[in-house]
């Protein structure tokens, strides 16, 4: 009985201590592993059906090493990142993460990131009301965390991942404007000329808008409430590579880092958060690895069901349940690129968010995936 207490105990303190102060999460929609761990691929580049400008492109990005190319196209993920916190999900040294769902695609893997769960009756894009309870909707039914936690995307179903109906969440998605009403605090002119420029720049999708607006308004956020808990979701990279335009997809991964390494200037040079908060950075889902596949993700289940237009690849869209994450910041262990003893899942993903703000993820949620024990001091 007295081993059982000591033991409650252990863990007990162990939440306190690595009790980072805020948490912010970036996710990258349906960025690969391949050009996050690899940089451009010149099989794509030098391919006319998706790049217009092959010479520009391969001018820019590509480079001889593997090395040389990813810290070209992420320059803060691979410098500051890499160096200072810790990655994993390079598979071509054997450091695997996945997600846990059968589906591959972006709401549920959302919805597992957050969650914790694999909940596979998630099984459509569509806006359904999420029935799970996402960690940062229960954190906000903390008192200590009330008001405290937002989340922004470019995607316009995030209202529905989140289910902000029930949940109460301060959700800014789509084409949301950012407004008095909503934040609680005075727009600048700056945001309301944004707000302006939102209906007035023509967007390629009819159901997300560019990332700039996403995280200009997310960083206005930031800075004006005070967040304890902040996620940014990134799309253009999923759209572009649906679109088959792979010179866009790579420029808006470049931007995207871009957007990171001045999200974490900021929160390093804003009182309040230098030195204690953590910076997750992960993606939904993965995509295929070559010409014929690489615009796509699918489980063999959703081509055969959700998905029937990709229903000529027989095995779904091989390799695009495999992801990659990033951390950086308090509490998180400076090893740069490990390669776990197991495979890491997606649904760990919120019981190491939790665990890093020093709460228990078994109080929030008894089924969700164990924390990411290897990045943790």
Same mark, same amino acid.
């Not at 605090?185 to 939102?198: E, G, H, P, R, V």
């Not at 990033?326 to 997606?346: C, L, R, S, T």
């Given at each position: 009985?007295?081993?059982?207490?000591?033991?409650?105990?252990?863990?007990?303190?162990?939440?306190?201590?690595?009790?980072?102060?805020? +948490?912010?999460?970036?996710?990258?929609?349906?960025?690969?592993?391949?050009?996050?761990?690899?940089?451009?691929?010149?099989?794509?580049?030098?391919?006319?059906?998706?790049?217009?400008?092959?010479?520009?492109?391969?001018?820019?990005?590509?480079?001889?090493?593997? $090395?040389?190319? !990813?810290?070209?196209?992420?320059?803060?993920?691979?410098?500051?990142?890499?160096?200072?916190?810790?990655?994993?999900?390079? !598979?071509?040294?054997?450091?695997?993460?996945?997600?846990?769902?059968?589906?591959?695609?972006?709401?549920?893997?959302?919805?597992?990131?957050?969650?914790?769960?694999?909940?596979?009756?998630?099984?459509?894009?569509?806006?359904?009301?999420?029935?799970?309870?996402?960690?940062?909707?229960?954190?906000?039914?903390? $008192?200590?965390?009330?008001?405290?936690?937002?989340?922004?995307?470019?995607?316009?179903?995030?209202?529905?991942?989140?289910?902000?109906?029930?949940?109460?969440?301060?959700?800014?998605?789509?084409?949301?404007?950012?407004?008095?009403?909503?934040?609680?605090?005075?727009?600048?002119?700056?945001?309301?000329?944004?707000?302006?420029?939102?209906?007035?720049?023509?967007?390629?999708?009819?159901?997300? !808008?560019?990332?700039? *607006?996403?995280? !200009?308004?997310?960083?206005?956020?930031?800075?004006?409430?005070?967040?304890?808990?902040?996620?940014?979701?990134?799309?253009?990279?999923?759209? *572009?590579?649906?679109?088959?335009?792979?010179?866009?997809?790579?420029?808006?991964?470049?931007?995207?880092?871009?957007?990171?390494?001045?999200?974490?200037?900021?929160?390093?040079?804003?009182?309040?958060?230098?030195?204690?908060?953590?910076?997750?950075?992960?993606?939904?889902?993965?995509?295929?690895?070559?010409?014929?596949?690489?615009?796509?993700?699918?489980?063999?289940?959703?081509?055969?069901?959700?998905?029937?237009?990709?229903?000529k690849f027989k095995n779904g869209i091989v390799g695009s349940n495999n992801i990659w994450?990033?951390?950086?910041?308090?509490?998180?262990?400076?090893?740069?690129?490990?390669?776990?003893?197991?495979?890491?899942?997606?649904?760990?993903?919120?019981?190491?968010? +939790?665990?890093?703000?020093?709460?228990?993820?078994?109080?929030?949620?008894?089924?969700?995936?164990?924390?990411?024990?290897?990045?943790?001091?």
């Open positions: 009985m007295l081993k059982f207490i000591l033991l409650l105990l252990l863990v007990s303190n162990s939440f306190a201590a690595l009790a980072a102060k805020n +948490l912010v999460i970036v996710t990258i929609d349906g960025l690969r592993w391949q050009e996050v761990f690899h940089g451009a691929d010149l099989s794509l580049i030098d391919n006319k059906k998706f790049v217009e400008n092959s010479v520009l492109l391969k001018d820019k990005y590509w480079r001889a090493s593997k $090395n040389e190319r !990813r810290e070209v196209l992420m320059p803060f993920i691979w410098k500051t990142v890499a160096k200072q916190g810790v990655i994993i999900g390079d !598979r071509d040294i054997g450091s695997k993460m996945s997600v846990a769902n059968n589906w591959y695609f972006s709401y549920p893997g959302y919805s597992e990131i957050f969650t914790g769960v694999a909940d596979n009756s998630i099984n459509s894009n569509k806006k359904i009301a999420n029935k799970n309870v996402s960690f940062l909707e229960w954190l906000n039914n903390n $008192n200590s965390f009330k008001g405290n936690v937002a989340a922004f995307g470019g995607w316009d179903v995030f209202p529905y991942i989140f289910n902000t109906k029930r949940s109460h969440l301060y959700v800014n998605a789509g084409f949301m404007p950012l407004t008095e009403t909503t934040t609680g605090y005075a727009i600048s002119q700056d945001m309301k000329l944004l707000n302006q420029l939102q209906k007035e720049v023509p967007s390629p999708w009819h159901n997300v !808008r560019f990332d700039s *607006f996403t995280y !200009r308004f997310a960083k206005d956020y930031l800075l004006n409430k005070k967040p304890r808990v902040l996620t940014i979701s990134l799309g253009e990279t999923d759209d *572009f590579a649906h679109d088959g335009h792979y010179d866009q997809y790579i420029k808006s991964t470049q931007r995207s880092d871009a957007f990171i390494a001045d999200l974490w200037h900021t929160i390093q040079n804003t009182a309040g958060y230098k030195d204690n908060t953590v910076l997750l950075i992960t993606t939904d889902h993965g995509r295929g690895s070559s010409a014929q596949d690489w615009q796509h993700h699918a489980s063999k289940l959703a081509t055969e069901t959700y998905m029937k237009d990709l229903n994450f990033a951390a950086i910041g308090a509490d998180i262990k400076p090893q740069g690129e490990i390669v776990p003893d197991k495979e890491i899942k997606q649904n760990q993903i919120a019981a190491t968010a +939790l665990t890093l703000l020093g709460e228990d993820p078994k109080a929030f949620n008894a089924q969700a995936g164990e924390p990411i024990m290897e990045i943790l001091k």
